[in-house]
């Protein structure tokens, strides 16, 4: 008889921005992700940056950051990434996803407003969060560093975040194209209801 070991469990850190309270959402993406086969250490509903990067600290394995947000105001609870990304404090990529922006119009401007406060990656369908999670390692298991956004476009109701670019320490660049159709189910969680984005 043979006896093997597990593998470790992926470990992601989730959390729902620091002026936001909703957890509906945040409670069925930590149910897909466990589901999925990660660990989640789930910091709940309004969560400001710094207890996002004292999560990191004491979990150092954790190889990605997921800030959830539905009232529209992430741009301002995450002015204090930037920081704790470049004291080392946040030392995994940062996904975000849900409502981002206040209002019904939302632009590449958002985004890219986004990556320069240390956003990582932008995810409009929480469903998308395996493969995306994926895509952020490398093949010896290091997160990809240095990410920026090149294109996103809408066809045929469908979003496709294209070409974030990664490379990782050392390696060459690598390319993502992801893409998800509106969902009802873990899909509409993110958002908060049922919806192509």
């Known amino acids: 008889m043979s006896w093997t070991t597990p593998p470790p469990r992926r470990l992601v850190i989730l959390g729902v921005a620091a002026s936001d309270c909703h957890v509906v959402a945040n409670q069925l993406i930590a149910r897909f992700l466990r589901d999925e086969g990660f660990e989640v250490e789930n910091l709940g509903a309004c969560t400001p940056v710094e207890e996002f990067a004292r999560a990191c600290v004491r979990r150092p394995e954790a190889e990605a950051l997921l800030v959830g947000s539905l009232n529209g ?16 404090r946040v030392h ?41 999670l994926a895509e952020l390692r490398t093949a010896d298991g290091h997160a990809v560093a240095d990410r920026t956004v090149a294109d996103r476009t809408v066809a045929d109701r469908t979003v496709v975040d294209r070409a974030v670019v990664g490379r990782p320490a050392g390696g060459q660049a690598v390319g993502v194209e992801v893409s998800g159709a509106g969902a009802v189910g873990v899909g509409a969680a993110w958002s908060g209801h049922a919806r192509v984005s």
């Open 92 to 132: 995994c990529p940062v996904v975000v996803g849900g409502n981002l922006s206040v209002g019904s119009g939302k632009s590449l401007a958002s985004d890219r407003r986004l990556y320069a406060l240390g956003v990582d990656r932008i995810v409009h369908d929480p469903a998308a969060l395996p493969a995306v």
């Open 73 to 88: 105001h992430i741009h301002e609870d995450l002015r204090g990434l930037r920081e704790a990304k470049r004291s080392g």
